[in-house]
């Protein structure tokens, strides 16, 4: 009896299919080309791009446009003019209430009693000098202080000087006052000629009295701090001669007030 035919499988097949390449030969492998070749070509395949996002720095933080010194220095102006402003105010309503109103003055009169030049040609002179001060303030009173001045001048060389007293002086106050002043100019031979010439050519005598006086002004029961009269007064007179009648042709006196 013959043998049955025996089927085996074929083992073989898969290690052949097995080393079949999985794409055909001459096909690439990929899109971009087989990586061999670029290796036997001495070439590498490029890297993959990608699109890197781009980052903008953010800007530094916003500094204080005030610094510290820019501070004090506002806070500084600030209170300055706030005080400037309170002055103001305060001045506003001293004026409203208490209508301020400068004091006057006049000369009256001047008496030479001696006006001579000595045998070291030195010239002693003493004037005596009649003055109306007035207080035209309703509301205000007037402390005269002590330390005031009072000068006679010609053409820029002081004749004599002296000072007037201590008083006070009450609302709507007039109040006469005589002073002496006294003075000695040594070599004062050309000044005496000077004097002389002026006398004979004009008829007149210009001479100024200046006065600086330390007050103190009284605002109802207040007492406010010292400041100072400042008077100028220009006078025109006839002579200057010792033991004689001296007329005042001209006077005018301006006033004002310092710190």
Same mark, same amino acid.
């Given at each position: 009896?013959?043998?049955?035919q025996?089927?085996?499988?074929?083992?073989?097949?898969?290690?052949?299919?097995?080393?079949?390449?999985?794409v055909? %030969? !001459?096909? &690439?492998?990929?899109?971009?080309g087989?990586?061999?070749?670029?290796?036997?070509?001495g070439?590498?395949?490029?890297?993959? @791009?990608? %699109?890197?996002p #781009?980052?903008?720095?953010?800007?530094?933080?916003?500094?204080?446009?005030?610094?510290?010194? /820019?501070?004090?220095?506002?806070w500084?102006?600030?209170?300055?003019?706030?005080?400037?402003i309170?002055?103001?105010? +305060?001045?506003g309503i001293?004026?409203?209430?208490?209508?301020?109103? =400068?004091?006057?003055? +006049?000369?009256?009169?001047?008496?030479?009693?001696?006006?001579?030049?000595?045998?070291? @040609?030195?010239?002693?002179?003493?004037?005596? #000098?009649?003055i109306t001060?007035?207080?035209?303030?309703?509301?205000?009173g007037?402390y005269?202080?002590?330390g005031?001045?009072?000068?006679?001048?010609? +053409?820029? %060389?002081?004749?004599?000087e !002296? !000072?007037?007293?201590?008083?006070?002086?009450?609302?709507?106050?007039? %109040?006469q006052?005589?002073?002496?002043?006294?003075?000695?100019?040594?070599?004062?031979?050309? =000044? =005496?000629?000077?004097?002389? @010439?002026?006398?004979?050519?004009t008829?007149?005598?210009p001479?100024?009295?200046? #006065?600086?006086?330390?007050?103190r002004?009284?605002?109802?029961?207040?007492?406010?701090p010292?400041?100072?009269?400042l008077?100028? /007064?220009?006078?025109?007179?006839?002579?200057?001669?010792?033991n004689?009648d001296? +007329?005042?042709?001209?006077? &005018?006196?301006?006033?004002?007030?310092r710190?």
């Amino acid at each position: 009896m013959a043998d049955h035919q025996r089927i085996y499988p074929d083992v073989e097949a898969p290690a052949a299919a097995a080393e079949a390449p999985l794409v055909a %030969t !001459g096909a &690439s492998k990929s899109d971009k080309g087989d990586p061999a070749d670029y290796h036997h070509q001495g070439q590498y395949p490029p890297f993959p @791009q990608r %699109t890197i996002p #781009v980052t903008h720095s953010k800007p530094p933080p916003i500094r204080r446009k005030r610094s510290c010194l /820019c501070r004090c220095l506002c806070w500084t102006v600030s209170l300055i003019l706030l005080q400037i402003i309170v002055v103001a105010i +305060t001045a506003g309503i001293i004026f409203l209430v208490f209508r301020p109103k =400068l004091p006057k003055f +006049t000369v009256d009169k001047l008496q030479i009693t001696q006006f001579n030049l000595s045998a070291d @040609q030195s010239l002693s002179a003493t004037f005596d #000098v009649s003055i109306t001060a007035r207080n035209p303030n309703k509301k205000i009173g007037i402390y005269y202080e002590g330390g005031s001045r009072l000068n006679v001048w010609y +053409t820029g %060389t002081k004749l004599c000087e !002296g !000072g007037l007293p201590k008083f006070y002086q009450g609302h709507r106050n007039t %109040t006469q006052l005589v002073v002496q002043l006294t003075g000695q100019n040594p070599d004062a031979s050309g =000044l =005496l000629s000077s004097l002389q @010439q002026q006398q004979q050519q004009t008829g007149n005598v210009p001479l100024t009295l200046r #006065v600086r006086q330390p007050v103190r002004i009284k605002l109802g029961g207040l007492k406010l701090p010292k400041v100072k009269f400042l008077v100028r /007064c220009r006078l025109s007179v006839d002579s200057v001669t010792a033991n004689n009648d001296i +007329t005042i042709q001209s006077s &005018s006196c301006k006033f004002r007030f310092r710190l």
